[in-house]
């Protein structure tokens, strides 16, 4: 099947989730720009937490990984009700929630209000953006009328604001401007009128094709790896795997020499600059693996800076996922099962 047919993107993608990935540019330019309300300096914590689900945890992995390099403040996301029990009154709990409404979220807001933590909510609205308001909690309010897993750039720039006004800052000078500028340059080269030819996210598709994809990232790629595999589970509908060098060298390295190998795809996220042993050990991943993998596959993180790097490979992911399921007839909007399952937690609540 080829994926240069304009009739079939009108024919899957009825909800033009196209025109959504094309226009992720400038939701990052726009996410640049969302305030903090009222704008105000934060104390600076001990600890920073953002807690959400899914896609709205996302902007929290990419941060925490920017972090990593830059901050002497922990940033942990959490994923669960309630919160840890080290989070008290000198941390910054970042509760972001596209819709405002996913309890796990909310569950973590009223725990942090009852600790005393500095509570900041990253929403567009829902019942967060209505805790928000009434408590009258620092905020940053994001466009609505979008799926969650669409909006990273809305939840992942206004935590770079939220930590900045706690004096947090977790990307250099001009590191924003350059990865939105990445995005932006990426964009025209993986959309649908991009030919199969020169397009590298259909060139990926078109490569996993019927096989799982098992997508391992560096120390530093890892959480677009993890993205990479929610976004294909979500978008097209199907299984993936993730894992991240070096510690998938210690355990799920075995699993290759297990039946089945040939039925999966691996993708390796690579960026420039890795330290040598690395690049070593991905070297070493690739002529062990490679024989026994489907296929393989490599991606290259563009950019300079940490979050130009991470941005460009999930903007590389959120493509592929795209045209995986364009192939597999799925459209990428609708997650049916996912919203069947939180309609029933809400009925039993
Ligand atoms: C759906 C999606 C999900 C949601 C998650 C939490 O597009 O990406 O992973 O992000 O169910 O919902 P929100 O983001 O509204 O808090």
């Excluded at 709990?93 to 973590?108: H, I, P």
């Excluded at 009852?114 to 829902?126: D, M, N, P, Q």
Aim: aromatic share 6%.
């Amino acid at each position: 099947m080829t994926l240069d047919d304009p009739t079939r993107f009108a024919h899957v993608d009825r909800r033009r989730t196209r025109d959504v990935l094309a226009a992720f540019p400038a939701q990052c330019r726009e996410a640049l720009r969302l305030p903090l309300e009222p704008a105000r300096t934060l104390d600076r914590p001990r600890a920073v937490i953002v807690a959400g689900m899914g896609g709205s945890a996302a902007g929290g992995d990419l941060a925490a990984a920017c972090a990593v390099e830059r901050l002497d403040v922990p940033v942990l996301v959490h994923r669960d009700y309630g919160l840890p029990a080290l989070v008290g009154a000198r941390d910054l709990v970042v509760v972001s929630s596209y819709s405002g409404d996913t309890a796990e979220a909310l569950s973590a807001a009223t725990t942090a209000i009852a600790r005393g933590s500095t509570v900041v909510a990253v929403t567009s609205g829902g019942q967060l953006g209505a805790l928000a308001a009434e408590r009258e909690m620092p905020r940053v309010t994001l466009p609505a009328g979008l799926m969650p897993r669409m909006a990273l750039g809305y939840l992942l720039f206004p935590l770079l604001t939220v930590l900045r006004a706690a004096s947090l800052v977790l990307a250099g000078d001009g590191d924003e401007e350059e990865a939105v500028a990445v995005v932006d340059s990426l964009a025209p080269d993986l959309g649908p009128e991009q030919p199969t030819a020169t397009n590298e996210a259909k060139r990926l598709a078109l490569a996993m094709r019927g096989r799982l994809p098992v997508i391992y990232g560096g120390p530093a790629t890892g959480p677009a790896a993890y993205r990479w595999k929610t976004d294909l589970e979500e978008n097209a509908k199907t299984f993936a795997a993730a894992g991240v060098l070096p510690e998938m060298n210690h355990n799920e390295i075995e699993a290759w020499a297990g039946p089945g190998a040939e039925a999966r795809h691996l993708v390796l996220l690579r960026e420039g600059e890795e330290r040598p042993e690395i690049a070593r050990r991905f070297a070493l991943v690739r002529e062990l693996l490679g024989t026994r993998a489907g296929g393989l596959s490599e991606a290259w993180a563009r950019g300079r800076g940490r979050l130009a790097r991470l941005l460009s490979l999930a903007y590389l992911g959120q493509w592929t996922s795209y045209y995986v399921a364009i192939l597999r007839g799925v459209d990428p909007w609708p997650v049916p099962t996912l919203d069947a399952l939180k309609g029933r937690m809400r009925d039993a609540a």
